[in-house]
Antibody, heavy 120, light 107 residues
Framework: QVQLQQWGAGLLKPSETLSLTCGVY????????WSWIRQPPGKGLEWIAE???????YYNPSLKSRVTMSVDTSRNQFSLNLNSVTDADTAVYYC??????????????WGQGILVTVSS | DMQMTQSPSSLSASVGDRVTISCRAS??????VNWYQQKPGKAPNLLIY???TLQSGVPSRFSGSGSGTDFTLTISSLQPEDFATYYC?????????FGGGTRVEIK
């Protein structure tokens, strides 16, 4: 049974860098894409970025200038960095496992979510 | 970015009702639409992919249809555990985008 567990700082000040890590347990790490999606309180979902186990990355253009993803295949972990945060970045951040084939994109396993609050 | 517009934004229904949720894309997305269910405080759960394929383990009362720009999620007989928010998502063009959600409430 695949489980994703995520951790990182939950309270940031404006201009700081958000750093989150997601660990993958109980399943294969290779052959999948690994994604971050966020949800501002009371609002809808926004895809942030994803990374293949080989290291290829894809970013949402709206966030691309501030986002970096990395992967550690030896630990079955992947990470998200979002710099220069503002209160607009306050959201629950989810990590997810993604199966991709052509235009298919299936987020079939998700982490528990972390609320990241940006406040001065 | 591709806009995904869901309607209604919320609805009230009773157990046993047939429920239909619509999702319209701003441009054609072929059949590359997913549907997710989200309960309060929980991560989204994939229900349907590629417009009409039921994800493993999802009850057969859920079904999806559509192609091009118009898509529908149907719950044939609403159960107590189905009260949640539902999101459509297009995976045809980058960036991937979601609809605004439809909240299904108890009548």
């Amino acid at each position: 049974q695949v489980q994703l567990q995520q951790w990182g700082a939950g309270l940031l000040k404006p201009s700081e860098t958000l750093s989150l890590t997601c660990g993958v347990y109980g399943g294969s790490f290779s052959g999948y894409y690994w994604s971050w999606i966020r949800q501002p309180p009371g609002k809808g979902l926004e895809w942030i970025a994803e990374i293949h186990h080989s290291g290829n990355t894809y970013y949402n253009p709206s966030l691309k200038s501030r986002v970096t993803m990395s992967v550690d295949t030896s630990r079955n972990q992947f990470s998200l960095n979002l710099n220069s945060v503002t209160d607009a970045d306050t959201a629950v951040y989810y990590c997810a496992r993604v199966r991709r084939r052509a235009f298919d994109w299936l987020a079939d396993h998700w982490g528990q979510g972390i609320l990241v609050t940006v406040s001065s | 970015d591709m806009q995904m517009t869901q309607s209604p934004s919320s609805l009230s229904a009773s157990v046993g009702d047939r429920v239909t949720i619509s999702c319209r894309a701003s441009q054609t997305v072929s059949n590359y639409v997913n549907w997710y269910q989200q309960k309060p405080g929980k991560a989204p759960n994939l229900l349907i992919y590629t417009a009409s394929t039921l994800q493993s383990g999802v009850p057969s009362r859920f079904s999806g249809s559509g192609s091009g720009t118009d898509f529908t999620l149907t719950i044939s007989s609403l159960q107590p555990e189905d009260f949640a928010t539902y999101y459509c998502q297009q995976t045809y063009s980058s960036p991937l985008t979601f609809g605004g959600g439809t909240r299904v409430e108890i009548k």
